[in-house]
């Protein structure tokens, strides 16, 4: 277990990195004094062999001082470590690591969706002891509006100046298990809707009223300004890219190039179901003109084997068709339109088909070796796709949150209609509609795996404890397909978790129908092998993931016999979607 040394007074946000090359890194502190801090960078611990070291002067904002410092000249592929140094004392010693150069895999630690108010962060903990390069957060870092009552934010209300949001960032970054991620991994971020506002768009925001929180454009620049305070990026960006927008591209050596896409700031159009222009017009657009030129020149780049694209909203389709007689009486989330029997989230790359035509043109010329890493949906999934006439051009591995309400509990409808739905939906290789955690995905000159892990962010007592999920991998010389792969199965202690968790979701959806909560069953055992690889399907696993077999999460054969609700298809060969009880 790593050993993470608590934030000293003097530095009470800790450290960070950021934005790392072969050669090169950001450093990153606030402090609340606004004098002159010192900084070293060595590659040992002990700091005995320092290889860069200086003064910043940092840019003071009222009583403290931010610190960015980029650090050149640096080996590839090597752990630094590093401090700063006030007069006062020093700050915990960070680690980070720069970009390895030739065909050397890498492994990245995806993130996403990190509510302070509705839970503990423990994917950020769990992460920040994995052997990973580098994390990538997919967008929500933080929340400018307040949803969750686990833990209570500052300001109590909607982030809308430049003063609330710093607020936010400073109580999500004096957080000790945040702390511990950045202070062990260097981070790439990008941005999403409520790094905003809810549903966020150039021109405003769903849930922005010009009544109450003033006109949109200052609130959306105070947002910007506060989240390059603490999310820092280079500005040696592409030559098109404005100053608010955050699209960008990292190498990963000889392997893969990383597209970071901005979704929010760069021109998206107004979602369809807001009043914007029709949902078919080809030219609407998420990206905006500048940034879609571009990335499709990094897609026809065949340069490295991988390029990896960076989206926080999803691409693939997830429309869902709904029964003409299902009784659809409850709202969708935030972002869906419901209209003529469909349910469409017009948030996503669903509510911009013409965009996603484009890319897709774009990867079927390029001709593989395409991968798609999303957020937004509070949910796991893996996709082959997005598809043309010709079949998959590509794979999308999408990433669960960090705290956020997960998809399946956020409307019960929803995850009735997805669990048995989606099973008609051939690009779905597998689903979990109901967990919290991280995803790794390594990237190496042949192929990308995907690995999902679940934790439990309502117990922080249960940090670091984990659950293995799913794995699946993609082929250089099969583009567009996902083969599962083997993942170990949980210890008899993470089991027991698990188990807990689900108690703890009967009893919240008991709690909203009125019915009274479930009781533990004395003769639920310990599921898993300590560690063991299990094979698909075995107890204490389920197919991919599926964890208990023994009631709390049916395996592969719960899933082809248990009854869909009058009105809703069957398919013969449904994907892999992890259902959960509704209720006790």
Known sequence: MAVIEPA???????VASFEPTTSSVLLWTRAPDPSPVDWEVATDVGFTDVVASGRSSGTIEGDECTHVVDVTGLRPGTDH???????????????????????????LG?????DYSAGHFAAYRALAEADIDLVVHLGDYVYAEVEGDLRPVEPDRDAVSRDDYRKRYAQVRSDPDL???????????????HDLADNAWEGGAKTHDPDEHGPWAPRRDAAAAERATWLPIRGDGPSERTERAQWRSVRLGDVAELVLLDTRLAGRDEQADDGGPALEDPDRTILGAAQGR???ERVADRSLPWVVIVSSVVVNDMAIDLPADADVDEPFPSGYLVEDGRAINTDGWDGYPGERRRLVEALRQRGGGAVLLSGDVHSAWAFEGPT?????????????AVTSEPMGEMVPVVGRAVQHLLRAKPDVRWADLFARGHLIVEVDPTAVTGTWWFSDSEDPGSVPALQAGAAWRTSLDQPGRLVEVEVLAPSP???RWRRRRGRRRRDRVAQRSGRPAARASPAAGDAG??????????PGRGRCGGGDSRGLEPGPEALTSRAAPPGWPRAAEPPTIVLRPQGP
């Not at 043309?388 to 669960?400: H, K, N």
């Open 388 to 400: 043309d006439d010709l079949g998959a051009v590509a794979v999308e591995l999408t990433c669960p």
């Open 110 to 114: 995806l993130v996403c969706c990190g």
């Open 8 to 14: 000293p007074p003097g530095f009470p946000y800790g």
């Open 81 to 107: 470590h590093y401090r700063f140094t006030a007069a006062d004392g020093a700050s915990a010693a960070g680690r980070t690591r720069t970009i390895a150069e030739g065909d050397r895999s890498v492994r």
């Open 179 to 193: 702390q511990a991620l950045h202070q062990r991994h260097p981070m790439v971020a990008v941005i999403d809707d």
């Open 529 to 538: 092998g300590g560690g063991a690889p299990a094979p698909p399907g075995a």
């Open 493 to 495: 202690r993470r089991a």
């Open 294 to 296: 571009w990335l499709a």
